[in-house]
């Protein structure tokens, strides 16, 4: 699998971005991801999303357990959907479908932070691999 993760908005608090980096390294293992982060949803390329499956993390988006998570993940391997946009921190962006972290309001990096660490707890579900919180 291949992601992309846009967080769009202010700049994010180094902890976020240290935590983020870190999932980052252990994802490495399970999947293709990458992170970046624009003031401006303007500069966003794209042309390069039409290619992507694209999902909006929205506090209206649908709630997801973390098992829910892994099962999506699964469907898309079956289906032969490998390359994932995941937007977050724009709703205006037309995607595919929107995901809820939350129904709270939170900051962009700890929103961020808080899919990383689902999207990492969902393949270690995948794998059969014990997580420790």
Known sequence: MNYKVYATGNKIEKFYSDAIKEYEKRLRRFCNITFSNYKNFQKL???EMDKYYKIVISPTGKSLSSEELAEKI???ELTGITDILIIIGNEEIHCNEAISISSMKMSLGLTSTIFFEQLYRAYKILNNEPYHK
């Open 74 to 76: 699964k469907a898309f």
């Open 45 to 47: 390329y794209f042309q």
